[in-house]
């Protein structure tokens, strides 16, 4: 069982985002990603980012814990959804776009390595993706769950024998420059 498993751990989470969002990194992705294309994001949470990409793309939420889906579902009973891990995402959909707000952060180095692996086999040819992390050298562990803090040219590393990064942007959520995202796009196969 994982901590969001447990409907409490969800309320505590949903009550603790209440107005954050990512209007800023929707609004980076629609500048690189068409408007009606297939997104897949990841760690949908509270859905407050998903509602937000619906705006602009045909989005399929995801999250590894049943709760969060399982709340989503009951209001929205025609949503796409599916329950996914960020590292190995097992679906033999394929997407246009990825996009994760303050997920991948729980992936340690090596899971982070997998999870981009995979994300370029579930992105289309010139598929775009969009993730934002917590800046920093750290990592920490919260109630059983682990937080890995990354520098931009660590995950410039991680990314760039499989996608050409676009953009990498520092920003602030509780502190200045406390966060960055990255958008990226595919390699194509050859």
């Avoid at 929707?26 to 619906?54: C, F, H």
């Avoid at 992390?133 to 562990?141: I, M, V």
């Avoid at 995950?155 to 760039?160: D, I, K, M, N």
């Avoid at 959520?173 to 966060?179: A, I, V």
């Amino acid at each position: 069982m994982t901590y969001y498993d447990d409907p409490n751990h969800v309320q505590q989470y949903i009550d603790m985002a209440e107005g954050y969002d990512g209007c800023e990194m929707v609004a980076a992705l629609t500048k690189y990603l068409p408007e009606g294309a297939k997104v897949l994001e990841l760690g949908m949470g509270p859905s407050i980012d998903l509602e937000l990409l619906a705006h602009h793309y045909r989005v399929t939420g995801s999250d590894i814990s049943r709760a969060f889906l399982d709340r989503f579902r009951n209001l929205n009973q025609d949503a796409d959804l599916v329950q996914l891990d960020a590292e190995t995402i097992k679906t033999t959909t394929r997407f246009n776009g990825i996009y994760s707000n303050k997920v991948l952060h729980h992936l340690s180095p090596e899971q982070l390595h997998n999870s981009f692996l995979r994300q370029h086999d579930a992105l289309l040819n010139e598929g775009i993706a969009l993730h934002s992390f917590w800046l920093g050298n750290r990592e920490e562990t919260m109630h059983g769950l682990h937080f890995q803090y990354y520098q931009g040219e660590f995950l410039h590393s991680l990314v760039e024998p499989s996608f050409t990064i676009l953009e990498s942007t520092h920003y602030s959520e509780f502190e200045h420059n406390d966060s960055l995202y990255l958008v990226i796009k595919k390699i194509n196969d050859k």
